[in-house]
């Protein structure tokens, strides 16, 4: 009988240092993959938070978060739009420009003009059909000059390349200027490009244009309040690239 236990005792010890010996090596490999993105503020975050988690034995939970939350070879922000939607994966380097804009653009916001959105493609200012311009049509309401001058104004100041992308609904579109919804998603980012550049002074050569038609649908056709939605054209402050 007492060989017996001694037997168990050395088992229950072969286990342990086993799980030492998995303990170790999970944090080896966060190690070099935290090494391997070329990115020092997140190899440092998921240093500490690799050996926050060897002191209390909850690698794995840790491991998960902090691979998760990296983009590339960016850190990535978790962060709600103006709407209170789930985190998304940011560029950090844009969290600034959203609070000013979210703050700015607060009454239109409020009312459902603009919308905005930071994510991994960038931050996003949504401007909707209603507000900024007549059905059918890429001629800008004045009466939108206002907001249009509030964000300009932000953008003017940050280096950052944007993309300018027109979007319809799926309805079909063939006027005598418009023979189709790719001609008048792609007249309207062209119209607000002229107009921040012609009223507003900022550099043409930070812009690109884009039109998708009904191709990139913000919610579904099948309602006249989804329709709504799909008729935008959205700002797209792009992340400055990283030039190695």
């Known amino acids: 009988m007492r060989r ?10 072969w286990v342990l240092s086993y799980a030492d010996f998995v303990t170790l090596m999970f944090a080896f490999f966060v190690a070099m993959y935290a090494i391997s993105q070329q990115d020092k503020s997140g190899a440092k975050r998921v240093s500490e938070s690799v050996r926050e988690a060897v ?35 940011a560029d950090p380097s844009l969290l600034e420009s959203y609070r ?13 003009k603009v919308s905005l959105s930071l994510g991994s493609r960038g931050l996003i200012v949504t401007l909707q059909e209603r507000s900024f311009f007549p059905s059918g049509d890429d001629s800008i309401y ?4 206002p907001t249009i001058a ?27 200027r418009f023979k189709n919804n790719w001609e008048l998603s792609t007249a309207r ?16 050569g930070r812009f690109s ?21 799909n008729r935008r054209v959205e700002i797209v402050i792009l992340p400055v690239p990283i030039i190695h």
């Open 100 to 112: 000013q804009l979210t703050k700015t653009l607060k009454n239109q916001i409020d009312s459902g």
């Open 150 to 176: 509030l964000i300009a104004g932000v953008i003017a100041n940050m280096p950052n390349p944007i993309q300018l992308e027109g979007h319809t609904d799926s309805v079909p579109i063939h006027t005598e």
């Open 189 to 204: 980012s062209i119209a607000l490009l002229q107009l921040l550049e012609s009223e507003y002074g900022l550099e043409p």
């Open 209 to 229: 244009v884009a039109g998708y038609a009904q191709n990139s649908p913000a919610a579904s056709n099948t309602s006249e309040e989804g329709r709504a939605r």
């Open 4 to 13: 017996r236990a001694h037997s168990h005792s050395n088992a229950e010890r």
């Open 55 to 89: 002191k209390s034995g909850g690698v794995m939970t840790t491991v998960r978060s902090s691979m998760a939350t990296h983009d590339g070879s960016r850190t990535s922000v978790g962060l709600a739009s103006n709407s209170l939607a789930s985190p998304v994966t």
């Open 142 to 145: 004045s009466s939108s000059f």
